[in-house]
């Protein structure tokens, strides 16, 4: 008899997503009554802004509920490649762009058109959770390449040469990052572009958190803009859901070269076809019109992201580095001898306060605090925790 439960394919040897699930564990004690603070949040605690409703709801009045083109509606399309190049400096037209269901499709369809069998994917630690499951789902080879605090959290590009071999086909960059929220700097970028373009290995760069930086010495840089080498390189990964806080509508999209986007629309095809239509409508509203609401947001961000840093920085044995952008804080925690699954479960147990443990995001000894809360929820989190590690 088959053991039916012996998937052989790569994906069905996926692992659940850890960030959500021990955010659903958070939910549930609360559901259940429990006074637990989540520091766990992926996305904006704010409302989707009306005027983005507002044109999904009349898309949505006037019949827009039938398919669209695969890659989505053509407008959408132009408008996203505008976008490109009014805020990245990215030089692209609509035939390169594919919006999809979300960004992490985006990061999907890209790497599973992409890669396959004897490649190699480099992924600077610490990354975001889903990168490996995907370079896993595809059944290529990942190849991590450790960062430092102390710079910055970016990749060295002489670490990055080293770990070069004749298979690798991709590099991942995530600028803004998630979870350590530091954002590289133009000449990190400059000497990794070099390091691709010597090598000939393609880069995706997920700039889904772009529009959430707040220091005006580092400001968010599309590596793709640096020049037309690269460029031909590069597939930028970007979406609604972060900075116009759209998580629900599942809106992502993405700029590669034309030879690349073909493949990646032929499987988003075969797979989810088109993005919700009424949603695209709210998408386009957001590209035209959200400036306004889009900064009102990263302004709360910026303020709360100065009050975390501090009171996380004065917690005895516990350090940070300052975050430019997202809405992460990453803490050291090693000073206390415990990992970082058994810190957070002892975190939650005795004190209430739901943090992401660091080893999903291949960085043991640490954790990620969100601060999409309330300053209150910062607050009360920041004095639990500094509670628990005097109990250590
Ligand atoms: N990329 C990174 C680094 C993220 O943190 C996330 C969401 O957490 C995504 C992509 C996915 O965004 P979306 O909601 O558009 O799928």
């Known amino acids: 008899m088959h053991n039916l439960s012996d998937t052989k394919g790569f994906m069905g040897g996926l692992h659940p997503s850890a960030t959500l699930s021990i955010t659903s564990k958070a939910k549930a004690m609360k559901a259940e009554g429990i006074d637990v603070i989540s520091m766990c949040a992926g996305e904006p605690d704010f409302d989707t802004p009306q005027i983005i409703k507002d044109a999904a709801i009349e898309a949505l009045q006037t019949g827009k509920t039938a398919y669209t083109p695969a890659s989505g509606m053509p407008e959408l399309r132009k408008a996203v490649a505008e976008k490109f190049k009014k805020d990245n400096g990215i030089d692209t037209a609509m035939a390169n762009v594919i919006v999809a269901p979300g960004a992490k499709f985006s ?172 949603a695209q409508y709210g998408a386009l509203k957001a590209l035209e019109a959200a400036d306004d609401e889009v900064e009102k947001m990263r302004q709360a961000f910026s303020r709360r992201r100065d009050l975390i840093f501090d009171l996380i920085n004065a917690i005895d044995g516990v350090s940070a580095p300052r975050p430019s952008g997202a809405f992460y804080i990453f803490c050291d925690i090693s000073s206390f001898g415990l990992n970082s699954d058994d810190f957070c479960a002892k975190l939650l147990e005795e004190k209430l306060v739901a943090a992401i443990p660091g080893a999903p995001f291949g960085a043991d000894g640490w954790i990620r605090m969100s601060y999409a809360c309330s300053d209150e929820n910062i607050c009360e989190a920041c004095k639990r925790l500094s509670d628990f590690c005097a109990s250590l």
């Open 107 to 278: 990061v999907f369809t890209a790497i599973a058109a992409l890669c396959g069998p004897g490649d190699e994917v480099i992924m600077p630690a610490p990354y975001w959770v889903s990168y490996p499951e995907i370079i896993q789902a595809a059944g290529a080879k990942m190849v991590v390449v450790q960062t430092r605090a102390e710079n910055n959290f970016e990749i060295d590009p002489v670490d990055l040469e080293a770990a070069v071999t004749p298979n690798t086909r991709l590099l991942i960059l995530n600028s803004p990052s998630n979870p350590t929220g530091s954002v590289y700097s133009k000449e990190s970028l400059e000497a990794i572009a070099a390091v691709a373009v010597k090598h000939n290995f393609m880069v995706l760069s997920d700039e889904i958190y772009e529009k959430l930086v707040y220091d005006a010495d580092q400001p968010h840089v599309s590596i793709a803009s640096l020049n037309p080498e690269i460029a031909d390189l590069t597939i930028t990964v970007n979406g609604l859901s972060k900075a116009y806080a759209m998580t629900g509508w599942r809106l992502g999209y993405l700029t590669a070269p034309e030879w690349l986007a073909k493949k990646i629309a032929a499987l988003q095809s075969h797979t989810t076809s088109n993005p919700t239509t009424f």
